[in-house]
């Protein structure tokens, strides 16, 4: 085996473990929840084509655009692309849109870019303080599977994908948001597993 897929295949396990929140045990008190891919709404192979689409698409933003790789985020569920963040114009925003398309496996481009010149290192501080307690919520309640659900949050609007198990479940994970101080917004692109 050549050394190229020696380092390549412990890269891609790494990378899909991370991406993709694999096994994470939470305390919650006396409970503890332990979330597998097993238990997940999606496959494991579903899990893997999404973190591969999201891997060759922040590839190709790097490879075209310095600017769009560090503005744009990117979340992938069952083939569908979320991309949020900022940009300065309409170009990016557009050039982001395209790119996302032209990867193999997309079956939807979900394009929330909003065009901007006032970021600033406080508002990602604060969106990033909202995602990681709305992600928390989530994974500390026990009626839902915190790995069936992206988060990105962008000028306080919290976006979300994902796969909900029934309609309440999707109402309640737009609900948690919804507490998270701060959030002005929940816009949601959840899907229901009968779906």
Same mark, same amino acid.
């Given at each position: 085996?050549?050394?190229?897929? *020696?380092?390549?295949?412990?890269?891609?396990? @790494?990378?899909?473990?991370?991406? $993709?929140?694999? &096994?994470?045990?939470?305390?919650?008190?006396?409970?503890?929840?332990?979330?597998?891919? $097993?238990? $997940?709404?999606?496959?494991?192979?579903?899990?893997?084509?999404?973190?591969?689409?999201?891997?060759?698409?922040?590839?190709?933003?790097?490879?075209?655009?310095? !600017?769009?790789?560090?503005?744009?985020?990117?979340?992938?569920?069952?083939?569908?692309?979320?991309? &949020?963040?900022?940009?300065?114009?309409?170009?990016?925003?557009?050039?982001?849109?395209?790119?996302?398309?032209?990867?193999?496996?997309?079956?939807?481009?979900?394009?929330?870019?909003?065009?901007?010149?006032?970021?600033?290192?406080?508002?990602?501080?604060?969106?990033?303080?909202? $995602? &990681?307690?709305?992600? @928390?919520?989530?994974?500390?309640?026990?009626?839902?599977?915190?790995? !069936?659900?992206?988060?990105?949050?962008? !000028?306080?609007?919290?976006?979300?994908?994902?796969?909900?198990?029934?309609?309440?479940?999707?109402? *309640?994970?737009?609900?948690?948001?919804?507490?998270?101080?701060?959030?002005?917004?929940?816009?949601?692109?959840?899907?229901?597993?009968?779906?």
């Amino acid at each position: 085996m050549k050394l190229s897929r *020696l380092i390549f295949f412990p890269f891609l396990f @790494a990378l899909i473990f991370i991406t $993709s929140n694999c &096994t994470i045990p939470v305390a919650t008190g006396v409970a503890t929840k332990a979330v597998t891919v $097993s238990k $997940s709404d999606r496959s494991i192979g579903e899990y893997v084509d999404d973190a591969l689409i999201k891997v060759f698409l922040k590839n190709a933003y790097f490879d075209h655009s310095e !600017n769009i790789f560090f503005n744009v985020g990117v979340e992938v569920s069952q083939g569908r692309v979320l991309l &949020t963040g900022t940009v300065e114009n309409i170009d990016l925003r557009i050039e982001a849109n395209r790119i996302a398309w032209g990867v193999k496996g997309v079956q939807t481009v979900i394009n929330e870019i909003q065009i901007s010149n006032s970021d600033s290192i406080l508002n990602f501080a604060d969106d990033l303080v909202i $995602s &990681t307690k709305v992600l @928390a919520k989530i994974t500390l309640n026990e009626e839902v599977n915190s790995l !069936n659900y992206n988060i990105e949050t962008v !000028n306080k609007i919290v976006y979300i994908i994902g796969i909900a198990g029934s309609i309440d479940e999707k109402q *309640l994970i737009i609900d948690l948001s919804k507490e998270v101080f701060g959030v002005e917004e929940v816009v949601d692109y959840i899907t229901i597993k009968s779906e």
